[in-house]
């Protein structure tokens, strides 16, 4: 089972009361960081991601947890985030908490064991509402009371809006997990499409991405910025690099720096665990 931990020496568990506390769950992969609020530095990450080709169980998850000796400490303040396909933008002016489940089910299945959670997002001005297994929604409220979880989009748009501003004219992301990716593209600084597919190879989502290219009139001299499950020269990369001359990775950016020892870590894998604690 892939493990990654690193961590600063001035990492102390005698003082968590100081850190803010950031978790990534999902089938897929469990992680979490830890900011020192004090010197603004993240101090520490650790990931486990499951054998290929299997999933996380939440009882999997529960035993990480509990086994953990920094999870089960007293935190300054806890984010969540829960990476879910299954989600839809609402404008905020059109949102009522009361119809999310109706919000949801107008364009998309549910299944009887989802919870339907909702978001509020504050660029685009809409809310963000999606479908969590009950078992996984359930989680957090067991170790961290009354922590409402973050749709992974969340920390992902508030970043992107930021970015997207200093440029004039068309801003293309692609945010890849293991078994879907989402893609938006912003015009002069405002989303313009948003939009996730499944995947089972990479060609996939070159498909996609390049017939969203076509649709929308955007040239192959534009950029496209990456993050998740992708990396510099990987296959991923080599095949965009066939079609689109320049490819970047977005990295999490906020008020925090990070401590020497993610030096050689890509950020942009985990750009929705760090960038989670910029998000109000």
Same mark, same amino acid.
């Given at each position: 089972?892939?493990?990654?931990?690193?961590?600063?020496? @001035?990492?102390?568990? /005698?003082?968590?009361? #100081?850190?803010?506390?950031?978790?990534?769950?999902? !089938? $897929?992969?469990? =992680?979490?960081?830890?900011?020192?609020?004090?010197?603004?530095?993240?101090?520490?990450?650790?990931?486990?991601?499951?054998?290929?080709?299997?999933?996380?169980?939440?009882?999997?998850?529960?035993?990480?947890?509990?086994?953990?000796?920094?999870?089960?400490?007293?935190?300054?303040?806890?984010?969540?985030?829960?990476?879910?396909?299954?989600?839809?933008?609402?404008?905020?002016?059109?949102?009522?908490?009361?119809?999310?489940?109706?919000?949801? @089910?107008?364009?998309? /299945?549910?299944?009887? #064991?989802?919870?339907?959670?909702?978001?509020?997002? !504050? $660029?685009?001005? =809409?809310?963000?509402?999606?479908?969590?297994?009950?078992?996984?929604?359930?989680?957090?409220?067991?170790?961290?009371?009354?922590?409402?979880?973050?749709?992974?989009?969340?920390?992902?748009?508030?970043?992107?809006?930021?970015?997207?501003?200093?440029?004039?004219?068309?801003?293309?992301?692609?945010?890849?997990?293991?078994?879907?990716?989402?893609?938006?593209?912003?015009?002069?600084?405002?989303?313009?499409?948003?939009?996730?597919?499944?995947?089972?190879?990479?060609?996939?989502?070159?498909?996609?991405?390049?017939?969203?290219?076509?649709?929308?009139?955007?040239?192959?001299?534009?950029?496209?910025?990456?993050?998740?499950?992708?990396?510099?020269?990987?296959?991923?990369?080599?095949?965009?690099?066939?079609?689109?001359?320049?490819?970047?990775?977005?990295?999490?950016?906020?008020?925090?720096?990070?401590?020497?020892?993610?030096?050689?870590?890509?950020?942009?894998?985990?750009?929705?665990?760090?960038?989670?604690?910029?998000?109000?």
């Amino acid at each position: 089972m892939p493990f990654l931990e690193l961590f600063d020496e @001035t990492l102390d568990i /005698n003082s968590t009361e #100081n850190y803010e506390l950031s978790v990534q769950l999902s !089938p $897929d992969g469990f =992680a979490f960081s830890i900011l020192d609020t004090i010197r603004n530095k993240y101090v520490m990450i650790r990931s486990t991601e499951p054998d290929d080709n299997k999933y996380l169980s939440a009882d999997r998850i529960i035993e990480l947890i509990n086994k953990d000796d920094f999870l089960t400490r007293k935190y300054k303040k806890v984010n969540v985030v829960m990476p879910s396909p299954r989600f839809t933008l609402v404008p905020a002016p059109l949102f009522d908490p009361g119809k999310k489940e109706e919000y949801f @089910t107008f364009n998309l /299945n549910r299944d009887d #064991n989802d919870v339907i959670v909702a978001n509020k997002l !504050p $660029d685009p001005d =809409a809310y963000v509402v999606f479908s969590v297994p009950r078992t996984l929604y359930e989680i957090p409220g067991r170790f961290w009371p009354a922590i409402y979880p973050f749709h992974h989009t969340k920390p992902l748009l508030d970043l992107l809006s930021h970015c997207s501003k200093s440029i004039n004219g068309y801003y293309v992301h692609v945010h890849i997990e293991k078994e879907f990716f989402n893609i938006l593209v912003y015009d002069h600084g405002t989303l313009k499409f948003s939009n996730t597919f499944n995947y089972r190879n990479i060609s996939d989502i070159l498909y996609y991405v390049l017939n969203i290219f076509k649709t929308m009139g955007i040239s192959h001299d534009e950029p496209i910025h990456f993050s998740g499950y992708t990396g510099k020269y990987d296959d991923i990369w080599s095949t965009f690099a066939m079609y689109i001359r320049n490819l970047k990775f977005t990295e999490p950016a906020g008020n925090f720096t990070f401590s020497y020892v993610f030096n050689d870590l890509e950020l942009h894998r985990f750009i929705n665990l760090f960038s989670v604690t910029s998000c109000e």
